[in-house]
T-cell receptor, first 114, second 110 residues
Framework: DAGITQSPRHKVTETGTPVTLRCHQTENHRYMYWYRQDPGHGLRLIHYSYGVKDTDKGEVSDGYSVSRSKTEDFLLTLESATSSQTSVYFC?????????????FGPGTRLTVL | GQNIDQPTEMTATEGAIVQINCTYQTSGFNGLFWYQQHAGEAPTFLSYNVLDGLEEKGRFSSFLSRSKGYSYLLLKELQMKDSASYLCAVQTGGGNKLTFGTGTQLKVEL
C-alpha cells in the first residue's frame, strides 16, 4: 500500500460542468502524476508534478488543468467536461530519488460525462 | 515519438510458462517497467529493468535488451489468479515519465 487515495471513486456529471478530482498521498513523495485509461489506448499521462506549485504537461493535457498547493495533494480539474473525457483516471506517485523511479498507483476514479 | 508494442491477448494453461513480449522505440530511456492490472483495479508494480539481462522475482522474471528495444515478462507455474492485463512501460526523460503499451490480456485456463 503506497498510501494513495483518490476521491471521488465514481462520478457522473453532465457535459459543460466543471469537475475536480483529488489525489492524496501520505508518504511525502516528490512526484505525482495523473493518467487516464481508455480501451485501446492504455494509460496516458495527462499532467505531472515535481514539487509544490511545479507542474508540467503530459501527452494528453488539453482540456485539463492541475494544481499542487501542498505536497500531499494533487488536483486534476476538467474546466468544462466533455463526453470524450469519460474515462478511468489514475493518480500515481514516485519518490523522485533517482534516475529510475518506480511509480505506484492509486485506486482510480471512474468518471462518466453524459 | 514514443511507440510501445505488445500482443493484445494471450492464453495459457495453469501450471505452464508464458512469455509476454514488448518492443519499444522511444526518445530517451531510463528503464522499462512491467505492471499487472486485474479488471477494475489499479496497476500494480511487478518489475523493472535498467540494464540488459534478466531480473528474477519469484515466479516472475523480466528481460531487457536495450540495443534491440526489446523486453519480455516470463511467468512460471501459472495460476488462475495470474489472469490479468500486463502493461509494459518505458520511463524517459526528466520527471521519470512513463509511456505505456496498450497491455496484454492474459487468460489462464485449466
Amino acid at each position: 500500500d503506497a498510501g494513495i487515495t483518490q476521491s471521488p471513486r465514481h462520478k457522473v456529471t453532465e457535459t459543460g460542468t466543471p469537475v475536480t478530482l483529488r489525489c492524496h498521498q501520505t508518504e511525502n513523495h516528490r512526484y505525482m502524476y495523473w493518467y487516464r485509461q481508455d480501451p485501446g489506448h492504455g494509460l496516458r499521462l495527462i499532467h505531472y508534478s515535481y514539487g509544490v506549485k511545479d507542474t508540467d504537461k503530459g501527452e494528453v493535457s488539453d482540456g485539463y488543468s492541475v494544481s499542487r498547493s501542498k505536497t500531499e495533494d494533487f488536483l486534476l480539474t476538467l474546466e468544462s467536461a466533455t463526453s470524450s473525457q469519460t474515462s478511468v483516471y489514475f493518480c500515481a506517485i514516485s519518490a523522485g530519488t533517482g534516475v529510475t523511479d518506480t511509480q505506484y498507483f492509486g485506486p482510480g476514479t471512474r468518471l462518466t460525462v453524459l | 515519438g514514443q511507440n510501445i508494442d505488445q500482443p493484445t491477448e494471450m492464453t495459457a494453461t495453469e501450471g505452464a510458462i508464458v512469455q509476454i513480449n514488448c518492443t519499444y522505440q522511444t526518445s530517451g530511456f531510463n528503464g522499462l517497467f512491467w505492471y499487472q492490472q486485474h479488471a477494475g483495479e489499479a496497476p500494480t508494480f511487478l518489475s523493472y529493468n535498467v540494464l540488459d539481462g534478466l531480473e528474477e522475482k519469484g515466479r516472475f522474471s523480466s528481460f531487457l535488451s536495450r540495443s534491440k528495444g526489446y523486453s519480455y515478462l516470463l511467468l512460471k507455474e501459472l495460476q488462475m489468479k495470474d489472469s490479468a492485463s500486463y502493461l509494459c512501460a518505458v520511463q524517459t526523460g526528466g520527471g521519470n515519465k512513463l509511456t505505456f503499451g496498450t497491455g496484454t490480456q492474459l487468460k489462464v485456463e485449466l
